[in-house]
């Protein structure tokens, strides 16, 4: 099955016609004759969409769309309403209390499906990004509390037509209905779309003698890193249901199926910048997700969950080339000290400052962690066993030749650190590398034994302190 499809109408010839229809392309249909039967049904069913008549013996579409609201889980279904009457102001009525789409019966068969798998397939990319930000269990975030802001005053919306001539008419009338900054380009104009600023929504018309040309520009908008993000409408001109359909197949992220009105447009492109901002929001969640998950807050550095892969991909690359790498574990001596005279704030800003001298010592191709307390990890790809040592004695001097000076504290505080490295590479069989990092923590271990404020490096079953 590709879905669940929740059908609502209080006509019952009506609902036998639609399912006929929905079950030939192979839905599961879910029937109901009022507003109440809907929502009873939704209590042990979670229907992919609702297809609904726009008038219902107990309502209309706006109160289905209204009692799924407050649902969390069935907040974002999609829902199109039928109208047996296909007079604009139905339209911007039903668009207006967040009605997907509006289509008139007897309904097109090829523009019903279209929408359809169109709505579908953009809740399956929304229901995707929530459950990469929060999990299996997570709710749907419902657009009015993902978007509780007006429009951004800076949005880019281009407007591509046939002819400059249409395009230019076109701005002049919606200019009047949004205030975004327009945009007019024909439909050869790929190159112009994808130059910065890159338009948040791009309008494409859908000329009878240049549909052909406007359909492949969409598909390849769509498919372009740099346009991909971008909402895409089409508006057929003239009205066509086969083009109309195309294009919702071929990307388009909506359709004025009826041609261009402008009052629909611009409903149609505020309601598409909602959902595109919305995405956004989630996609940034993600990247700070990520983010949280292999940096250390304190520090800004990367953690252990990061280093050991980083680690694994240095060994790797180590094992191909025959080249060097090494391994150091470093410790802050005597740290607990610091924290019990001190206290936890200062002992915090003591390792906020050895991370930042521990980093400006490093190469730029190594990695610095913070693995535990006062413990960091050091991976240095392309390095032999001479640089090493000299390497571990630069990150010993970066604490010590300094005392910290931390505020509220009245005397610098003289802190230094212990180093154990191992050096991997140059042909030999490599172990693996929790073998490697508790090497390097063996040879901190010597460091430290030695009398700290060294540094220990351990290769091929020998150490040396230094």
Same mark, same amino acid.
């Given at each position: ?6 059908? #609502? ?6 609902? #036998? ?60 279904v999609p829902v199109i309403a039928l109208s047996t009457e296909n007079d604009r102001s139905t339209r911007i009525k039903a ?20 929408? #359809? ?16 930000e929060d999990g299996p269990h997570s709710l749907m975030m419902p657009l009015k509390d993902a978007v509780s802001q007006a ?25 009047s209905q949004v205030g975004y900054t327009l945009r007019t380009h024909t439909v050869d104009a790929i190159q112009e779309l ?37 909402? /895409? ?93 090494? /391994? ?49 990890? /050091?991976?240095?790809?392309? #390095? ?37 490295? /191992? ?44």
């Amino acid at each position: 099955m590709q879905g669940t499809v929740l059908l #609502i109408d209080g006509v019952s010839i009506n609902r #036998i016609v639609l399912k006929v229809q929905l079950t030939a392309a192979c839905f599961q249909v879910l029937q109901a004759d009022s507003v109440a039967a809907a929502m009873a049904l939704t209590g042990d069913n979670r229907p992919d969409l609702v297809l609904t008549a726009i008038t219902l013996p107990d309502g209309d579409a706006a109160d289905v769309k209204r009692g799924l609201a407050r649902h969390p889980q069935l907040a974002n279904v999609p829902v199109i309403a039928l109208s047996t009457e296909n007079d604009r102001s139905t339209r911007i009525k039903a668009l207006s209390a967040g009605i997907d789409e509006v289509l008139p019966q007897p309904v097109d068969e090829m523009i019903l499906q279209a929408r #359809i798998r169109s709505l579908l397939r953009m809740r399956m990319q929304d229901e995707d990004l929530h459950l990469r930000e929060d999990g299996p269990h997570s709710l749907m975030m419902p657009l009015k509390d993902a978007v509780s802001q007006a429009p951004r005053a800076n949005t880019n919306v281009a407007l591509v037509c046939h002819d400059l001539q249409t395009a230019q008419k076109w701005k002049g009338r919606l200019s009047s209905q949004v205030g975004y900054t327009l945009r007019t380009h024909t439909v050869d104009a790929i190159q112009e779309l994808m130059r910065s600023p890159v338009p948040d929504v791009i309008v494409i018309e859908l000329n009878e003698l240049s549909a052909g040309l406007s359909l492949r520009l969409l598909a390849d908008l769509r498919a372009r890193v740099t346009t991909r993000d971008c909402v /895409v409408i089409a508006v057929p001109n003239p009205a066509d249901a086969n083009i109309a359909a195309e294009a919702l197949d071929r990307g388009a992220h909506d359709v004025l199926h009826c041609g261009f009105q402008v009052e629909e447009l611009a409903l149609r492109i505020n309601t598409q910048l909602q959902y595109k901002h919305r995405a956004e929001m989630i996609r940034d969640n993600l990247r700070s997700g990520l983010r949280a998950a292999m940096e250390d807050p304190m520090t800004g550095l990367y953690n252990r969950r990061y280093a050991k892969p980083f680690l694994e991909r240095v060994v790797q690359e180590a094992d191909q080339t025959g080249q060097q790498f090494a /391994v150091m574990v470093a410790d802050l001596d005597h740290f607990k000290k610091i924290n019990d005279q001190y206290g936890h704030p200062v002992g915090d800003a003591v390792l906020v400052e050895a991370a930042r001298r521990l980093q400006v010592a490093l190469r730029g191709c190594d990695l610095l962690a913070r693995i535990g307390g006062e413990e960091f990890m /050091v991976v240095m790809p392309g #390095i032999s066993s001479n640089e090493v040592a000299s390497m571990a004695a630069r990150l010993c001097a970066a604490i010590n030749a300094t005392p910290f000076t931390v505020a509220g504290v009245a005397a610098p505080i003289e802190v230094t650190i212990s180093v154990g490295a /191992v050096v991997g590479g140059h042909g030999k069989p490599e172990a693996l590398v929790d073998d490697l990092i508790a090497l390097a923590d063996r040879a901190l271990y010597d460091a430290k034994h030695a009398g700290r404020n060294r540094s220990s490096i351990r290769e091929s079953g020998h150490s040396a302190a230094a």
